[in-house]
Nanobody, 124 residues
Framework: QVQLVESGGGLVQAGGSLRLTCSAS????????MGWYRHAPGKQRELVAS???????IYTDSVLGRFTISRDNARNTVYLQMNSLNSEDKDVYYC??????????????????WGQGTQITVSS
């Protein structure tokens, strides 16, 4: 069974910084894409940033230059460094990972997993 555990959320003043961490554990072969989404009540879920095993990271426009996504494949962990936080960043943030699993028949397949969500609150 695969589990994603998030940490690092909380309350921060406007202009401050936080770093989110999402660590994966369980039985899987590898992790393809790793990303962070955010979702506020009454709004659509939004992709904040994603990073594959190769190629440049992808960011939504509103966080460009302020957020940085990175991954540590040896630790099965993805990070989101968030700087210059503002009220628009207040949301619940979820990590999302596309993992490669192996079936009992030795076939490999990809499956998507989500973290439990962590609240970011920005005070003015």
């Amino acid at each position: 069974q695969v589990q994603l555990v998030e940490s690092g959320g909380g309350l921060v003043q406007a202009g401050g910084s936080l770093r989110l961490t999402c660590s994966a554990s369980g039985s899987f072969l590898s992790i393809n894409d790793m990303g962070w989404y955010r979702h506020a009540p009454g709004k659509q879920r939004e992709l904040v940033a994603s990073i594959g095993r190769g190629g440049p990271p992808i960011y939504t426009d509103s966080v460009l230059g302020r957020f940085t996504i990175s991954r540590d494949n040896a630790r099965n962990t993805v990070y989101l460094q968030m700087n210059s936080l503002n009220s628009e960043d207040k949301d619940v943030y979820y990590c999302n990972e596309k993992m490669v699993l192996q079936s009992k028949g030795w076939d490999r397949y990809e499956r998507e997993y989500w973290g439990q969500g962590t609240q970011i609150t920005v005070s003015s």
